[in-house]
């Protein structure tokens, strides 16, 4: 399965969690976000940074190989929708933390597939790089990614 992450181009060839809050991981839990497309990818990114931090950096695109002998947990959407209706606003971070919190403690694969806050029918793909298996996951290659003006104002 190939799974897609726009970053700055300086991260781009290694597959390093931030250890920053994030929908699916409180502080200091490390946790690298993948989408399942490329354009959903460059979606998350627009929609969690301002139009000058998407002018100011040189970005890539990675494409990332997850084998097919990794198996990949599953949050679905019903069970989302069960903790809260409103899950995908921001406010509501703490649920989805919890979730994925507790994910990578319990250490049971190195991937999990979420559902994304953005396009419904889409998902996104989490990485726990403390997995025994995430050293399975290879980035593929990385080529220039460039954010269309039109995308975001004040660009």
Same mark, same amino acid.
């Given at each position: 399965?190939?799974?897609?992450?726009?970053?700055? #181009?300086?991260?781009?060839?290694?597959?390093?969690?931030?250890?920053? =809050?994030?929908?699916?991981?409180?502080?200091?839990?490390?946790?690298?976000?993948?989408?399942?497309? =490329?354009?959903?990818?460059?979606?998350?990114?627009?929609?969690?940074?301002?139009?000058?931090?998407?002018?100011?950096?040189?970005?890539?695109?990675?494409?990332?190989?997850?084998?097919?002998?990794?198996?990949?947990?599953?949050?679905?959407?019903?069970?989302?929708?069960?903790?809260?209706?409103?899950?995908?606003?921001?406010?509501?971070?703490?649920? #989805?933390?919890?979730?994925?919190?507790?994910?990578?403690?319990?250490?049971?694969?190195?991937?999990?597939?979420?559902?994304? =806050?953005?396009?419904?029918?889409?998902?996104?793909?989490?990485?726990?790089?403390?997995?025994?298996?995430? =050293?399975?996951?290879?980035?593929?290659?990385?080529?220039?990614?460039?954010?269309?003006?039109?995308?975001?104002?004040?660009?």
């Amino acid at each position: 399965m190939k799974v897609y992450r726009i970053s700055q #181009t300086k991260f781009s060839k290694s597959l390093v969690a931030s250890g920053f =809050a994030g929908r699916w991981n409180s502080e200091g839990e490390g946790m690298i976000y993948t989408g399942g497309s =490329a354009s959903l990818s460059c979606l998350e990114v627009l929609a969690h940074k301002s139009g000058s931090a998407l002018s100011s950096g040189k970005f890539s695109i990675s494409v990332i190989d997850i084998p097919d002998s990794i198996s990949i947990d599953e949050i679905e959407l019903k069970e989302l929708q069960r903790l809260s209706t409103d899950w995908f606003i921001v406010s509501h971070y703490p649920i #989805t933390q919890k979730l994925g919190n507790k994910w990578i403690s319990d250490m049971n694969s190195a991937v999990l597939k979420v559902p994304s =806050a953005i396009v419904d029918r889409e998902y996104n793909y989490l990485l726990n790089p403390l997995h025994p298996k995430f =050293a399975k996951i290879k980035v593929m290659d990385v080529v220039p990614f460039n954010f269309d003006t039109r995308l975001k104002l004040n660009f």
